[in-house]
């Protein structure tokens, strides 16, 4: 099975995540939780106040982000492969500046920046 991604399905992806982050209530712990439409992840504005909750956050956002732009296929080709790293990445910047949070912006941009 082939499955390919279209740069409007990064953007789906993002706004279903980013649905659910910005809706969800406060909860003591980052928690994940699949739903009908995507990834739910709650936490409290608190816990983006020092860098270990942030890059736990983090972690779980991208984990979410993977999910969402899984194809599902464990071997692929390598422009699937490719494909689909770059949705995780549309998908995580896209939820990382909706959240806008200067510790979870600037990790993200440690995390991601290219040398060369």
């Not at 899984?70 to 692929?76: H, K, N, Q």
Request: aromatic share 6%; hydrophobic share 40%.
């Amino acid at each position: 099975m082939t499955r390919s991604f279209q740069p409007t399905t990064a953007f789906i992806a993002a706004a279903v995540l980013t649905g659910s982050l910005l809706t969800a209530p406060v909860a003591s712990g980052a928690e994940v939780s699949a739903t009908h439409d995507g990834y739910r992840i709650r936490y409290s504005p608190s816990e983006l106040a020092n860098s270990a909750d942030a890059e736990n956050i983090y972690r779980k956002l991208k984990f979410a982000a993977h999910r969402v732009c899984d194809s599902g296929a464990t071997l692929r080709s390598l422009s699937e492969r490719i494909q689909a790293e770059r949705c995780v990445e549309k998908v995580l910047a896209s939820v990382v500046q909706k959240i806008d949070q200067p510790l979870l912006s600037s990790l993200h941009a440690s995390r991601t920046s290219k040398v060369g």
